[in-house]
Nanobody, 126 residues
């Protein structure tokens, strides 16, 4: 039904920026919240971000507020994650996930989402 594809990852120096995209195929995103998870080496994925279907409600993990910004363009079937002031602690695979009937009231949980992208690697180092 819904396929998600992330892009925009790469290697960046501390303090740098990246803009990630999460593109949907097979259906619109009009009714889907988009969450971002990140998975550090040897760790389980953790939910860090979420944006509601209409973009009006967002959840940011405490360590990400002021650095990361969520947005979406439902007409383009794409959600975006602007990442600024990156640090080595942000190094991880970033995975987007989508779910309808979900409004991002708190930290997204793996079991709450049925559609997943494959992830894009972000590496922050000197």
């Amino acid at each position: 039904q819904l396929k998600l594809v992330e892009s925009g990852g790469g290697s960046v120096q501390p303090g740098g920026s990246l803009r990630l995209s999460c593109a949907a195929y097979g259906t619109t995103l009009d009714y889907h919240a988009i969450a971002w998870f990140r998975q550090a080496p040897g760790k389980e994925p953790e939910g860090i971000l979420c944006i509601s279907p209409d973009g009006r409600k967002t959840y940011y993990g405490d360590s990400l507020k002021g650095r990361f910004t969520l947005s979406r363009d439902n007409a383009k079937r794409t959600a975006f994650l602007q990442m600024n002031s990156l640090s080595p602690d942000d190094t991880a695979k970033y995975i987007c996930a989508a779910e309808d009937n979900y409004y991002c009231y708190g930290r997204p949980l793996i079991d709450d989402f049925r559609s997943w992208g494959q992830g894009t690697q972000v590496t922050v180092s000197s």
